[in-house]
């Protein structure tokens, strides 16, 4: 089956920096690489996805890279608000059903 | 967004009760949804797959005897949790696939969750 890492584990950054999480999957199949975002007792939220035929996609602060050939996809969030501090999970997906596997987690903190 | 409802939020019962939670989709059908499980500070674990009309699909380890899932519906699934013991204390979390012809929209939303508590 899938299986994806994560890292960083935690990361701190400064209000304004930007941030980075990284991750790799196994599975040649799958094709489509959700992130969430959960914040402490809440449901996650989907912040952004990207599908295999993408290499790149961006949404105002945010940005999701994919590269199939080394099966890792990454995503960036610029100028880093407080607000933006939680848990972002990477997921990878593939198949009839999309069954998600998810990424181990990175918990953000932004420091003001 | 679609919206995914999850009841109850909380529920606390006695070891060697049964528990079940409900999973809906309010504004669209989901063919496909799923339920996971979250232990604090952990990442999310698919425990199975449950498809409208047809049995669950359980993930390696999960004992279908104990998490009876029941799909009878496009907008309705639930997960009970048989002779619930201690260890079965967790945050559970359902997600439903939303899913249009052509694969414009092909979505899961997460339900927000029940906070399980077996004494």
């Known amino acids: 089956g899938e299986n994806v890492e994560q890292h960083p584990s935690t990361l701190s950054v400064q209000e304004g920096d930007s941030a980075v999480i990284k991750c790799t999957y196994s599975?040649?199949?799958?094709?489509?690489f959700p992130w969430y975002k959960q914040e402490l007792g809440k449901r996650p939220q989907l912040i952004i996805d990207?599908?295999?035929?993408?290499g790149e996609k961006k949404d105002q602060r945010i940005a999701v890279t994919l590269n199939k050939t080394a099966k890792h996809f990454s995503l960036h969030i610029t100028e880093t608000q407080p607000e933006d501090s939680a848990v972002y999970f990477c997921a990878a997906s593939s198949g009839g059903y999309q069954k998600v596997t998810f990424g181990t987690g990175t918990k953000l903190q932004v420091i003001p | 967004g679609a919206v995914v409802s999850q009841h109850p939020s909380r529920v606390i019962c006695k070891s060697g009760t049964s528990v079940k939670i409900e999973c809906r989709s309010l504004?669209?059908?989901?063919?496909?949804m799923f339920w996971y499980r979250q232990f604090p500070k952990q990442s999310l674990m698919l425990m199975a797959t449950s498809n409208e009309g047809s049995k669950a699909t359980y993930e390696q380890g999960v004992e279908k005897d104990k998490f009876l899932i029941n799909h009878a519906s496009l907008t309705l699934s639930t997960l009970t949790v048989t002779s619930a013991h201690p260890e079965d204390s967790s945050f559970y979390i359902c997600?439903?696939?939303?899913?249009?012809?052509?694969?414009?929209?092909?979505?899961?939303?997460f339900g927000p969750g029940t906070r399980l508590t077996v004494l």
């Open positions: 990207i599908r295999s035929n993408v």
């Open positions: 599975d040649s199949a799958s094709n489509y």
């Open positions: 504004d669209f059908q989901a063919t496909t």
């Open positions: 997600s439903a696939r939303h899913f249009t012809s052509g694969g414009a929209t092909d979505t899961q939303y």
